[in-house]
């Protein structure tokens, strides 16, 4: 072998050095801003983004985000200390916008020195908005559209994500594709991290090279080990397949529904028997408009709790995104991170070649 050429190892490791600067370079803005050493955030899971895999997925180089979801100020001032315990890193916290006490969530919030806060489920409102940036967290916002994402800056947010339509749980009409071609290349003015059927490392490089500072991943999280998501739960995330993964159907344009992304099962089949049923009782006069939505809307409550708790995945909401077929065996977060991180490193190296 001439002098001037290495051994064909050396080689291959030199290129997955180059390849693992390259990737630091790629998400360096969003490990930056969020204080990790990988750009990958967790989706915020309703009764599964909890203090153990929000902590493990911090503790692994990520960034873990506690759910806040419908808990109380105490609950989630109990949430927040009990996350600290687990984990000296980095973490968030995702409120929802409609959220009746969401003041007194963004002081809890505060008050425990949480660097990030999330705001969630709608355009957030500007009291809210003011006292996270008084208070010296960094506000991170939802951005479905790239006249909204325009706005969400000039009001405040010091971070973007862009969420396709391949998530889980609520969901937008556009899908991650589209709405990286439409946003990603002119908006530059904060960090934009993309969501939404992201389920291995190579779809995570292809945003990062359209310009997205890092990635968040909800469904590949919540069969981790640290997920206290019931067995059963579990085991239906790793069985399914993409086309499992479903939006709720609306029966009727009168009676608006929410879609939300989860797999096909008994309750959806009753969600649409349900619709069928109300409508009937308000087309008879039996019920008024109101009443009728009303119904509608109360079909699914606690119906994520059964599943994810109680592990009723036939007459629970199974929420998933459509990265779900990924998901084929339960394993630490760390491991799931270092997949990750490796596919990505394996893709860029590869380009190399």
């Known amino acids: 072998m001439p002098p001037d050429h290495a051994p064909a190892g050396e080689e291959e490791e030199a290129r997955l050095g180059t390849a693992r600067a390259t990737l630091t370079r790629l998400w360096a803005r969003g490990s930056e801003f969020l204080g990790c050493r990988h750009a990958i ?35 989630l001032e109990a949430e927040i200390a009990a996350t600290q315990a687990l984990t000296a890193r980095p973490f968030g916290v995702n409120l929802i916008t409609m959220h009746p ?7 809890v919030t505060l008050a425990a020195r949480v660097g990030h806060v999330v705001l969630a489920g709608g355009l957030p409102p500007g ?54 071609q439409e946003i990603l290349p002119h908006l530059r003015d904060v960090p934009v991290f993309v969501a939404g059927g992201l389920g291995r490392g190579e779809a995570i490089v292809a945003f990062l ?48 529904v929410i879609p939300v992304r989860g797999l096909a099962n008994a309750a959806t089949r ?50 998933a995104g459509q990265s779900v077929g990924m998901v084929t065996a339960e394993q630490p977060t760390a491991a799931i991170i270092a997949e990750l991180v490796a596919q990505a490193v394996d893709a860029l190296a590869a380009r190399d070649a």
């Open 209 to 256: 090279k359209m310009g997205a500072a890092g990635a968040q991943l909800g469904t590949r999280f919540a069969a981790a080990t640290e997920s206290i998501a019931h067995p059963n739960f579990k085991r239906a995330i790793i069985r399914a397949a993409a086309r499992d993964a479903v939006p709720s159907v609306q029966l009727d344009e009168r009676f608006p």
């Open 270 to 319: 009753q969600f649409l028997a349900h619709q069928a049923a109300t409508r009937a009782a308000f087309e008879a006069g039996e019920t008024t408009r109101e009443q009728a939505q009303l119904a509608i809307e109360h079909f699914w409550a606690g119906a994520l709790r059964r599943a994810v708790i109680d592990g009723d995945v036939e007459h629970g909401s199974v929420m």
């Open 41 to 75: 955030m967790g989706g915020a899971m309703s009764w599964v983004s909890e203090r153990n895999l929000v902590a493990a997925i911090s503790n692994a180089g990520g960034f873990g985000v506690i759910a806040c979801g419908a808990m109380s100020p105490a609950q």
């Open 101 to 107: 006490q969401l003041d007194d969530l963004v002081r």
């Open 127 to 180: 009291g809210a908005v003011r006292a996270v940036k008084d208070g010296g967290a960094r506000l991170i916002c939802f951005a479905p559209a790239l006249v909204l994402a325009r706005r969400l800056v000039r009001a405040g947010a010091d971070a973007l994500v862009i969420e396709g339509s391949e998530a889980g749980g609520h969901i937008g009409p556009v899908s991650l594709v589209v709405l990286a």
